[in-house]
């Protein structure tokens, strides 16, 4: 059973890293496309700059993820007004036809991944579970208490097995909140990204 659910735990905060890494080279992409369309979209370039800034500051302040201000008014305001200002530019060639189109199809999958992060940051292991997985162990660990001869061997062997299930749980609980904790997606490939934004 623990097994089952550290396995799904890690899938969940596997695909999670995977996405904010997907996102970093979304927005890169997005800031080259617009340096590509010219002159004209370097107020473009500026809102992606800032809008990432944004954002990273949205999903790691300080170091501490608040799951409620990953949807900001502030945050949504600056992603929306980067597809405004997308849809304001008027293309004169073919390719910047093409890069504006580029560009939309961009800021509209990286809004879709903001929304998937800002939903899965908050599923959380449904207490009940978890107080069902608690007493179900004890009681397992308490019948092994009871029928067992005590000597050192078989407290010491109890007091192993113990940790190492209180440390399973741990890791559950850890893998399952993946932006806060001592187990925590990285900043990193967004703020690479956004060191890269404006080049």
């Known amino acids: 059973m623990l097994g089952l659910l550290i396995g799904f735990a890690t899938d969940s905060?596997?695909?999670l890293k995977s996405e904010v890494e997907h996102s970093a080279a979304n927005v890169i992409l997005l800031d080259r496309a617009m340096a590509h369309y010219g002159?004209?979209?370097?107020?473009?370039r500026d809102l992606i700059h800032r809008a990432t800034a944004s954002r990273i500051a949205t999903i790691?302040?300080?170091?501490?993820?608040?799951?409620?201000?990953?949807?900001?008014?502030?945050?949504?305001?600056?992603?929306?007004a980067v597809q405004e200002k997308l849809r304001g530019l008027s293309p004169r060639t073919e390719a910047q036809r093409w890069l504006q189109s580029r560009a939309l199809s961009l800021s509209a999958e990286l809004a879709q991944t903001r929304w998937m992060l800002t939903a899965q940051a908050d599923s959380a292991l449904p207490?009940?579970?978890?107080?069902?997985?608690?007493?179900?162990?004890?009681?397992?660990?308490?019948?092994?208490?009871l029928f067992a001869?005590?000597?050192?061997?078989?407290?010491?062997?109890?007091?192993?097995?113990?940790l190492s299930v209180s440390g399973s749980i741990f890791l559950l609980l850890e893998m399952n909140s993946p932006f806060d904790g001592?187990?925590?997606?990285?900043?990193?490939?967004?703020?690479?990204?956004?060191?890269?934004?404006?080049?």
């Open 13 to 15: 905060y596997n695909q």
């Open 182 to 199: 001592l187990i925590r997606i990285s900043s990193a490939p967004m703020r690479d990204a956004l060191v890269q934004l404006g080049k």
């Open 127 to 145: 207490t009940p579970l978890l107080t069902v997985l608690v007493f179900w162990l004890s009681v397992i660990f308490l019948s092994f208490a």
């Open 149 to 162: 001869p005590r000597n050192a061997t078989v407290l010491i062997t109890l007091l192993v097995c113990a």
């Open 60 to 80: 790691w302040p300080e170091g501490k993820f608040e799951p409620l201000r990953s949807d900001s008014a502030a945050a949504m305001a600056a992603a929306e």
């Open 39 to 44: 002159a004209e979209a370097a107020g473009v």
